[in-house]
T-cell receptor, first 109, second 112 residues
């Protein structure tokens, strides 16, 4: 079966750096997405990786290794507003999105 | 402001009742999707539509139906609601296979 694994919850300190990992086992691969979802709100798009390597976008970066079935989202200079759930999703060979259950990130002052 | 509008925002529904969740987008995206989100689970696809006039079943289609009469609207109908359909429902759209999804604000449905 297809599976996306990410930690259920992580805690970090304001101003620090946190890395949220995502491992996947899917039938084929056509890209990996990261979304941010604040409590009670809709998911919003953060990043997209289809080739191996690091994509940087301001304080957020996302890394992909297709051979290892692995990605991470790196958040730098953490702010209280970064407290949210972070969802990893992979497009399989049929371009269907497979979603992880999300990682709840708690930022402490 | 361009985007996706869902209605209602929340609803309490008696078991056995029929309910239609509305979804409208003004971005002229071809593909539209309905997901449900439950605590501890990833988003699960209910139904999707790649273009107006076509629909397909997702991972958890039972008890739900959709229609796509035009590009903008993609309503989701629960023919006879059951308590297990208590969830938050998100409508989403995208304009190509590798484009990110744009989500509506969700409908929180409680079936009693």
């Amino acid at each position: 079966g297809q599976n996306i694994d990410q930690p259920t919850e992580m805690t970090a300190t304001e101003g620090a750096i946190v890395q949220i990992n995502c491992t996947y086992q899917t039938s084929g691969f056509n890209g990996l997405f990261w979304y941010q979802q604040h409590a009670g709100e809709a998911p919003t798009f953060l990043s997209y990786n289809v080739l191996d390597g690091l994509e940087e976008k301001g304080r957020f970066s996302s890394f992909l290794s297709r051979s290892k079935g692995y990605s991470y989202l790196l958040l730098k200079e953490l702010q209280m507003k970064d407290s949210a759930s972070y969802l990893c999703a992979v497009k399989d060979s049929n371009y269907q999105l497979i979603w992880g259950a999300g990682t709840k990130l708690i930022i402490k002052p | 402001i361009a985007g996706i509008t869902q209605a209602p925002t929340s609803q309490i529904l008696a078991a056995g009742r029929r309910m239609t969740l509305r979804c409208t987008q003004d971005m002229r995206h071809n593909a539209m999707y309905w997901y449900r989100q439950d605590l501890g689970l990833g988003l699960r696809l209910i139904h999707y539509s790649n273009t107006a006039g076509t629909t397909g079943k997702g991972e958890v289609p039972d008890g739900y139906s959709v229609s796509r009469a035009n590009t903008d609207d993609f309503p989701l109908t629960l023919a006879s609601a059951v308590p297990s359909q208590t969830s938050v429902y998100f409508c989403a759209s995208s304009d190509s296979d590798n484009s990110p999804l744009h989500f509506g604000n969700g409908t929180r449905l409680t079936v009693t």
